[in-house]
């Protein structure tokens, strides 16, 4: 039975919040205008394949879902990343979990900061070609001992 594991696939608000251009000295920088409208993204999916081919910058995802279930004592409720490109920010309900790079999974307990309804955002940044949610996020219930 363990872990249980509830994926978060489906439309994710996808909101562009800059664009990467390299600057007159070679470094990268952000620039804030002239961005994609926001949009519906299906994930797990790179961005390019959800409408944004050509484009390279920061861009943040958002799911609401609701509170997995009753939870027993012996259970916790992990929030897992299958894969992500480059870099990416995650908060759960306003508080921040975490940064991470590569292209590697990685989780989080969440066990103590879910609610009834909960509002999770993940700003990646990548470049055009790969930037994206292309692993599957989901919850996984486990139990503890």
Request: proline share 6%; net charge negative.
């Amino acid at each position: 039975m363990y872990p249980h594991r509830i994926r978060l696939r489906g439309p994710w608000e996808c909101e562009p919040l800059a664009r990467f251009v390299m600057g007159a000295d070679g470094r990268k920088e952000e620039i804030a205008t002239n961005l994609p409208a926001p949009r519906k993204m299906t994930m797990p999916c790179r961005w390019s394949e959800g409408g944004l081919s050509d484009f390279s910058g920061r861009v943040r995802f958002r799911r609401h879902f609701g509170y997995p279930g009753r939870i027993d004592d012996s259970e916790r409720v992990w929030l897992t990343f299958a894969g992500v490109d480059a870099t990416a920010q995650i908060w759960l309900n306003d508080q921040f979990l975490g940064r991470q790079e590569g292209d590697h999974p990685w989780e989080f307990d969440v066990t103590k900061i879910l609610a009834v309804r909960n509002d999770l955002q993940v700003e990646v940044e990548g470049e055009a070609e790969s930037g994206g949610l292309w692993g599957e996020v989901a919850m996984e219930i486990r139990q503890v001992a």
